[in-house]
C-alpha cells in the first residue's frame, strides 16, 4: 500500500504587487514537487486573492504563508502581523471567493495579534467517492450465463421411432 509523505513548507514575505506573482510561482513549483498538479491553480489562486489583499488593506506587509500536505488535504494558511486588519469588514469579498474555491476554511488570530486565514482542499476533489453507500459489486457467477440446452433437429431414426409409438 501506498502512502503520502506529508510535507510542509513556510515562505516569509513582504507583501507588494510584484510579490504576489512570485509568491505563486514558488507556491506551484512546491505543488508540483509534491505531485499535486491539480491544485496548483485552486490553491495558488488562494493565495493570490489573500496576498492582493493583504496589499490592498494592511498596513503592515510582512506576511506569512504556509502549507501543510497531509496525504488526503493540502492547508494553506496565510497569516498577516497587521492588528487593525479585520477579516470580517476588510476582506469579505476575498473570502467568499476563498469559500467558493476550498474544500473548509477558517479565520482566527494569534496570541501576537496576527489574523490567520486558512484554507484546504482535497488532493483529488475530481475523484470523490460518492456519499450514498454502493450495492455490493456482482461476482463472476452471478454475471455468467447458463448455456441453455442445445436442440438438436431430430434424425430420421427418431422421426421413425415417433411414428411407431
Known sequence: MNTAVPCYYHLDVEVSPERVGQVRRILAAHLRHW????????VCGGAELL???IDEHARDKNTSIEMWWNGQHLITAVAGDDRDLRPD???RGCL???AAISDGWGCCATAAGAKVIWFSRRARAF??????????APSLRERR????AAVVPAGPAERVLEGVR
Open 127 to 136: 475523484e470523490r467517492l460518492p456519499l450514498v453507500p454502493l450495492g455490493p
Open 51 to 53: 496576498l492582493n489583499a
Open 96 to 98: 467568499g471567493r476563498i
Open 145 to 148: 450465463r447458463v448455456p441453455r
Open 89 to 91: 469588514q476588510d476582506l
Open 35 to 42: 505531485d499535486l498538479e491539480n491544485l496548483v491553480e485552486p
